[in-house]
């Protein structure tokens, strides 16, 4: 037997003594770790006596929860007859109007038989029934925040080749398909809706992990299903100099980097700017002249060897299959030579968003980043309307020094001057993160989101929290009718028995003031470290006298002495979205969330109408270097939140914003008209991810 490596045939005897051309200080055992089997050694991390606390914790709190939950159980139906979560068991939107009843449909003859034909392709184990909900398939049914529909299947292949495949067969039976990552997203774009009339099948990429990297580390292949987690941790044992592209607030769920692209996901890095590249394989739908479907793969990859020019027509291979050669290789720990870009104009292409840095720093009215955005290969921004098979990522030069700073302002308007003066001074020396949060934020954080965020310290970012995490989705998904909110009402409930999340110094600031930003600085080997601290004590320095001498508070500040320190500050920032639903279901209230770019000249909080219902609480938190805000209102009972929020995204839009930021349009934002021909374009017979972004769900758009 016999393997195509770098253009090269090696023998099975031979490839497993192939030196890799890696630098010489990256252990060779890299590629092992691309499994991500070694992710999580037991000598990182010592669970011996957490795990079991932990989990006792949990199980404790179940089982009261279920008697709590039982016989409360009425009292909540009454309840949630009439209000609305930040998590969509009732529809807010634009262009929502969700419902999970799942429709009652006549499947044609293909249709009926189209399982065992994924069972074919993928093996049993792999196809899993949709149609009716249960806590076995309910995390690909149900959206993290909002959506949930039913699907004749979901189907987890294991290859590049069995995905388009699979494509390839549920588009022949009529179906539509529903590309999903780790089910993440926030918008609805992520689950089957019933309000589409064909069925649906959910293909889930995760299976689809490895990664490996390419030009001396600089780059990285990941296969669709891999996760930004799982990445960051593989570059920063294989190149310890170098870091991977983005950190979400979601990286502890591990969300995946082919979902990113398909988004535009932004994060914390305003070095880095959000996901995108213009690398890549993917799949469209079309239908021929003979009304056939077509599945076309489009490869933009631009690696030597994979290029589609490597490949006779004819032969039988091409990059598909070979990429599927170099995974196996990967997974079952081959070393291999390192594979190259290519000098054609696909390696010569964009695989981050390059030129983020200067443009993040330009003080005009336009935004940083949004979802709506246009430009770039098809794969970028695409939500689904493309299947990703695989991606190109730049990595990043990781800094040999860092520093992490809470810093709390007495006034919105001196945190905005901190910015625009001190963090985006220059391109060179933006800091590596800067995140804002307000008072409301910290309140409703320490309030309801001690316990995920202690979790996330003690279990880290990896597999055993999204263990935890598809736990508490799927005690959601049971049959009683307490079963949505029981996990956030025990957390809240149980909240203030564990003391604060984060140390001392940080929390009474947290409690001092009204505006604060968390903010990461990085020594990236030509002093910007020092001249980023030099801009901070001379801003402190001059606002600090003013305030003494007219009797005003300062900006003050403490820094973190630890990594457990940095990794408290980096998981308090994390747990907000999840928090602020804890936080509505443990106070029986409502809540809505917006996510929103503001110019970059701008910042100031959009100033509610006078007809507007007053907030509870109003929880403002932002990428602060990007002006990417996401802000979570809460309101009493009674409230029309539909009618609040569709007020609210009016505002933003007046004041030059734009909406979605970087959660993507899903079914909740309706996307601008440029931004739907372009998806028309990608897919014209409308069987990827229909419905989204205000399109209409119809086959082929009808009206
Ligand atoms: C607690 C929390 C915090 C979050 N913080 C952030 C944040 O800071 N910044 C941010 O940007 N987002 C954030 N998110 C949102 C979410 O995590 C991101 O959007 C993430 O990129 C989604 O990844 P996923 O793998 O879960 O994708 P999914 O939810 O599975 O899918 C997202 C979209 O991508 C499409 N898609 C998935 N895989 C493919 C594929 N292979 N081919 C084509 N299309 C595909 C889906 O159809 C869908 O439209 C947060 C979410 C949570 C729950």
């Known amino acids: 037997m016999s393997v195509l490596v770098s253009n090269r045939v090696l023998s099975a005897g031979r490839r497993r003594h192939t030196l890799m051309s890696v630098r010489r200080s990256v252990p060779a055992l890299y590629l092992k770790s691309a499994l991500g089997t070694s992710t999580f050694s037991p000598k990182e991390k010592d669970y011996s006596i957490r795990l079991p606390t932990a989990f006792a914790l949990v199980a404790g709190s179940l089982l009261g929860g279920y008697c709590l939950g039982t016989s409360h159980s009425n009292q909540w139906n009454e309840l949630n007859k009439n209000r609305e979560l930040p998590k969509g068991e009732r529809g807010c939107c634009s262009c929502d109007g969700a419902s999970a009843a799942a429709p009652r449909r006549e499947f044609t003859e293909a249709q009926r038989v189209l399982p065992e034909k994924l069972a074919k392709i993928v093996g ?32 987890q292949p294991g290859t590049l080749q069995e995905a388009v495949k699979c494509l390839q067969e549920v588009v022949d039976a009529g179906c539509v398909v529903l590309p999903q990552g780790s089910n993440t997203g926030l918008t609805g774009g992520s689950v089957p809706r019933n309000q589409v009339d064909r069925p649906a099948v959910v293909i889930s990429m995760k299976r689809l992990d490895t990664h490996f990297p390419i030009d001396d580390g600089n780059r990285v292949v990941c296969l669709a299903g891999c996760g930004i987690g799982k990445l960051a941790t593989s570059i920063q044992k294989w ?191 933006l800091p590596i993160s800067c995140e804002y949060m307000d008072r409301d934020s910290i309140d409703i954080i320490d309030r309801s989101g001690r316990i995920l965020t202690y979790m996330i310290r003690i279990l880290g970012t990896g597999d055993m929290m999204g263990l935890m995490w598809g736990l508490k989705v799927a005690i959601e998904g049971l049959p009683f009718s307490f079963a949505p909110v029981i996990c956030d009402k025990l957390m809240h409930m149980f909240n203030n028995w564990v003391p604060s999340a984060i140390p001392n110094k940080f929390i009474q600031l947290g409690r001092e003031y009204d505006h604060h930003c968390v903010v990461a600085v990085g020594e990236f080997g030509d002093g910007n470290l020092d001249r980023f601290m030099d801009r901070f004590d001379a ?165």
């Open 239 to 429: 190149f310890p100099d170098r870091e991977s592209h983005s950190i979400l607030g979601s990286t502890f769920l591990n969300p995946t980097t082919a979902a990113g692209v398909a988004f535009g996901s932004g994060g914390v890095y305003v070095r880095k700017g959000p996901a995108r590249t213009d690398r890549a394989l993917y799949c469209k739908v079309s239908k021929n002249k003979w009304g056939e479907n077509v599945v076309t793969v489009v490869n933009t990859l631009g690696i030597e060897g994979l290029e589609d020019t490597d490949f006779q027509e004819g032969s039988g291979e091409n990059a598909v299959a070979r990429l599927d050669v170099y995974a196996k290789d990967v997974k079952q720990g081959y070393r291999r030579v390192m594979a190259k870009s290519s000098k054609s104009l696909h390696g010569l292409a964009k695989s981050s968003d390059v030129d983020y840095q200067n443009r993040v720093c330009e003080c005009t009215n336009e935004v940083s980043r949004f979802n709506a955005d246009t430009v770039g290969e098809d794969c970028n921004r695409s939500e689904g309307k493309v299947l990703i098979l695989a991606t190109v990522h730049d990595t990043f030069p990781a800094p040999s020094k860092k520093r992490m700073f809470w810093i709390s302002f007495p006034d919105i308007e001196t945190c905005l001057a901190f910015r625009r003066e001190v963090c985006l001074n220059s391109p060179e020396d």
């Open 539 to 703: 801003f402190v320095r001059k606002y600090n006298e003013k305030q003494i001498e007219s009797g005003g508070k300062v900006i003050s500040f403490a820094e973190t002495a630890s990594t457990s320190e940095v990794t408290a500050l980096n998981a308090f920032r994390f747990v907000a979205a999840p928090a602020f639903k804890t936080f509505c279901i443990g106070e029986d209230i409502q809540g809505v969330s917006v996510d929103y770019a503001l110019a970059k000249n701008g910042g100031l909080p959009p100033l509610l109408d006078k007809d507007a219902a007053t907030p509870l609480k109003r929880m403002r938190y932002s990428h602060f270097g990007c002006n990417v805000v996401h802000e979570d209102i809460a309101y009493a009972l009674g409230v029309d939140t539909h009618k609040e929020k569709m007020r609210f995204k009016h505002i933003v839009e007046d004041l030059g914003g734009k909406l979605p930021a970087e959660h993507g349009h899903g079914t909740e934002y309706h996307a601008p008209k440029e931004t739907q021909t372009r998806w028309m374009k990608m897919d014209p017979l409308n069987v990827m991810n229909p419905g989204i972004g205000g399109l209409p769900a119809t086959e082929k758009y009808a009206q």
């Open 124 to 155: 049993k184990q792999h196809v899993h029934d949709g149609l009716v909900q249960s806590s076995k398939n309910i995390q690909f049914l149900k959206g993290a925040r909002l959506g949930e529909g039913s699907a004749l299947a979901i189907v």
